[in-house]
């Protein structure tokens, strides 16, 4: 199934000035990477985060948030956030940004 092109052109808005990003195919979405390390994406209709097992697990506590289960099996270190939970700029925004300070404590892959 496609992935919602506007919802990634919104996240696309937020990270394309930030130095390391690029984009990638994966998940049967679309994925941005910063420093050759994911960020998040875009697969359906929902925002994909990378936040570290710690950070997931925190984020598992908010609203319209779930286990991203891509492979029938939960990924730790990853979330999904429903439509509802992005909707406003600034919901977008918080998400995003927890997303990139987890991508920048990352080392750089060549």
């Not at 000035?17 to 929902?46: D, P």
């Not at 994909?48 to 891509?70: I, N, S, V, Y």
């Not at 029938?72 to 939970?85: D, F, N, R, T």
Request: aromatic share 10%; glycine share 10%.
């Amino acid at each position: 199934m496609p992935y919602d092109e506007d919802l990634a052109q919104r996240v696309r808005l937020l990270l394309k000035r930030l130095t390391g990003y690029s984009e990638r195919n994966m998940f049967g979405g679309i994925c941005f990477m910063l420093h050759g390390n994911m960020c998040c994406g875009v697969t359906q209709n929902r925002l994909m985060l990378r936040l570290g097992e710690q950070g997931a697990q925190k984020a598992l506590q908010e609203p319209d948030t779930r286990e991203m289960d891509f492979t029938g099996k939960p990924l730790k270190s990853m979330i999904y956030v429903e439509q509802a939970g992005y909707g406003s700029s600034e919901d977008l925004k918080y998400w995003i940004n927890r997303a990139v300070k987890f991508a920048q404590s990352l080392p750089a892959k060549e």
